[in-house]
């Protein structure tokens, strides 16, 4: 389990139905996407810095920064 002062987005996985807040959606400051890709970083390799994601609404595919997942809706593996 993590740590509750970790960020969210630590614990992503692809697959994983997230809450993103921001962009693409204008009508609202959240939207739901699914994970299909993770990026790591150049510093480290182990840590995800972006996030390849489905707009489940609309079916366009945008990759975020890791920082802009407010929550894990659904983890793939439930």
């Not at 509750?4 to 992503?12: A, H, N, R, T």
């Not at 009508?27 to 990026?39: E, F, K, P, Y």
């Amino acid at each position: 389990m993590i740590h509750e002062d970790c960020p969210q987005f630590l614990s992503v996985q692809c697959g994983d139905y997230v809450k993103i807040k921001g962009p693409p959606s204008a009508v609202s400051d959240l939207w739901t996407g699914q994970v299909i890709n993770c990026i790591s970083g150049a510093r480290d390799p182990n840590a995800w810095t972006l996030f390849q994601v489905i707009n489940i609404n609309n079916g366009e595919i945008s990759i975020i920064n890791a920082d802009t997942v407010e929550e894990i809706l659904k983890n793939h593996k439930a």
